[in-house]
């Protein structure tokens, strides 16, 4: 996985972002599955899950129940005894994808908009800390860096606010030593880019 991560000082109730999707040709071929996402997690409690709004792109996707090309899918990742997934939505690369995740007392809530389109999701928040946020790049069944799109996922326009309304200016670290040269470039506080390789 390529990410950058934050620790937050408490429960947080929201994370909003846009996605720019890459809007490259052509896409590349293989047989590999690539998400990307913001998300929330709980961290430190046994029930541990990430609220996150995903896009995916796969190539070849055989038997995995999501369509080929890119698509964006509402995710609670992956609790016992709650719904995981949203409805899949096509969508085309170059897309530009509104996300968010919600938290409070009594529910979770994962939503992503694109050309009218939504996928969303509503599970009950079983009193879960979010205090982990991220912004990552997760990938299966790559072989070789040509897999990865060349140009970059980008979230702008972040938001984070703590549960009692507070905004939160996150401090962003990264794990930028991964295969194909990688990386999470931390732009700002609110713009994060996720680039599966710098070269082929």
Same mark, same amino acid.
């Given at each position: 996985?390529? =990410? /950058?991560?934050?620790?937050?000082?408490g429960?947080?109730?929201?994370?909003?972002?846009?996605?720019?999707?890459?809007?490259q040709?052509?896409? *590349?071929?293989?047989? !590999?599955?690539? =998400?990307?996402?913001?998300g929330?997690? +709980?961290?430190?409690?046994?029930?541990?899950?990430?609220?996150?709004?995903?896009?995916?792109?796969c190539? +070849? &996707?055989?038997?995995?129940?999501?369509? %080929?090309?890119?698509?964006?899918? /509402?995710?609670? &990742?992956?609790?016992?005894?709650?719904?995981?997934?949203?409805?899949?939505?096509?969508?085309?690369?170059?897309?530009?994808?509104? #996300?968010?995740?919600?938290?409070?007392v009594?529910?979770?809530?994962?939503?992503?908009? =694109?050309?009218?389109?939504?996928?969303?999701?509503?599970?009950?928040?079983?009193?879960?800390?979010? %205090?982990?946020? /991220?912004?990552?790049? !997760?990938?299966? %069944?790559? !072989?070789?860096?040509?897999?990865?799109?060349?140009? *970059?996922?980008?979230?702008?326009?972040?938001?984070?606010?703590?549960?009692?309304? #507070? +905004?939160?200016?996150?401090?962003?670290?990264?794990? +930028?030593?991964?295969?194909?040269?990688?990386?999470?470039?931390?732009?700002?506080?609110?713009?994060?880019?996720?680039?599966?390789?710098?070269?082929?």
């Amino acid at each position: 996985m390529v =990410y /950058a991560s934050a620790t937050m000082p408490g429960t947080m109730g929201k994370f909003s972002g846009k996605y720019a999707v890459p809007d490259q040709s052509p896409a *590349p071929t293989g047989g !590999e599955l690539l =998400y990307y996402f913001l998300g929330l997690q +709980n961290d430190g409690q046994t029930d541990l899950t990430i609220i996150q709004p995903v896009v995916t792109y796969c190539a +070849n &996707c055989g038997d995995h129940q999501v369509p %080929n090309g890119w698509s964006m899918m /509402a995710t609670n &990742c992956c609790p016992a005894g709650q719904t995981w997934y949203g409805p899949v939505v096509s969508i085309t690369q170059g897309a530009s994808i509104d #996300a968010l995740v919600t938290s409070n007392v009594s529910d979770a809530f994962i939503s992503m908009t =694109y050309n009218s389109k939504t996928s969303s999701l509503t599970v009950k928040d079983n009193n879960r800390v979010f %205090n982990w946020a /991220a912004v990552t790049l !997760e990938e299966y %069944n790559v !072989e070789q860096c040509s897999e990865y799109t060349s140009s *970059p996922f980008e979230v702008s326009n972040m938001v984070l606010t703590t549960a009692a309304g #507070a +905004n939160v200016s996150p401090k962003w670290s990264s794990n +930028n030593d991964v295969v194909c040269h990688g990386s999470a470039q931390i732009v700002s506080p609110s713009d994060v880019k996720i680039i599966g390789t710098s070269s082929s």
